[in-house]
């Protein structure tokens, strides 16, 4: 299962959201490593690995509830209007929404958040965590 590359393709694959991030590189300002670039340009998104993840079997099905974070930063203006609307959009398109993952189906798929992202003076950022429940196919 690959939960990282499907939110990716997820994400960078929304017109609308892409519009409302940065590039890096000549792509969406999505990023899915531990680390941002330094020289990333805000707005961006950033998701690495499950907040959490419980197994979730039966007796006949393999399968797992996980929580994944997804951060949207901006600059900060002394408004949060841009970052919370970055994020509302993020939210959107997990929310209620299965995710195509190569070896899983999705059950069930929710959002909680957005909630405030730790960030320094000059950033600011909403988490919103996808919860999912899925089954091996």
């Not at 997820?10 to 680390?35: C, H, I, K, Q, W």
């Not at 690995?49 to 997804?70: C, H, N, S, Y």
């Not at 000059?122 to 899925?134: D, K």
Request: net charge negative.
């Amino acid at each position: 299962m690959d939960l990282t590359q499907a939110i990716y393709a997820r994400l960078v694959g929304d017109a609308e959201l892409v519009s409302m991030l940065a590039e890096y590189e000549g792509l969406p300002a999505v990023f899915t490593d531990e680390n941002v670039p330094e020289n990333a340009t805000l707005p961006f998104a950033w998701t690495s690995g499950e907040v959490a993840a419980v197994p979730d079997d039966t007796k006949l099905q393999e399968g797992r509830q996980i929580m994944r974070d997804i951060g949207f930063y901006a600059r900060r203006t002394g408004s949060a209007e841009e970052v919370e609307a970055i994020a509302e959009r993020g939210r959107a398109l997990f929310h209620r929404h299965a995710i195509a993952i190569s070896d899983s189906r999705t059950i069930v798929a929710w959002c909680s958040g957005p909630v405030v992202a730790p960030t320094d003076n000059n950033v600011i950022g909403r988490i919103v965590t996808v919860h999912l429940r899925i089954e091996k196919n």
